[in-house]
């Protein structure tokens, strides 16, 4: 088994664990983007550059849609 495959197996055991645990979408991309991180910083070295490229735009969506939703609370807040 290569890294690639651990790494995989550990982002889809990482989904499901945060599927089954978590009732709002808010949090569900919090953990998911938490999760994305954790395998980019830990797993850095190892990752073939595909996969890295591919790891590192999972990443910066998940931001986005982070940002909407950091955005969309502080509306709601000062609403």
Same mark, same amino acid.
């Given at each position: 088994?290569?890294?690639?495959?651990?790494?995989?197996? %550990?982002? %889809?055991?990482?989904?499901?664990?945060?599927?089954?645990?978590?009732?709002?979408?808010?949090?569900?991309? %919090?953990?998911?983007?938490?999760? &994305? &991180?954790?395998?980019?910083?830990?797993?850095?070295?190892?990752?073939?550059?595909?996969?890295?490229?591919?790891?590192?735009?999972?990443?910066?969506?998940? &931001?986005?849609?982070?940002?909407?939703?950091?955005?969309?609370?502080?509306?709601?807040? &000062?609403?």
């Amino acid at each position: 088994m290569d890294v690639d495959d651990v790494i995989i197996l %550990t982002l %889809t055991i990482w989904v499901l664990v945060c599927n089954v645990m978590v009732k709002t979408v808010d949090v569900y991309v %919090t953990l998911l983007l938490i999760g &994305l &991180l954790v395998v980019a910083e830990v797993g850095g070295y190892f990752i073939n550059p595909e996969t890295k490229r591919g790891l590192n735009s999972a990443i910066y969506f998940m &931001l986005f849609v982070f940002l909407i939703i950091v955005v969309k609370k502080i509306i709601e807040v &000062l609403s």
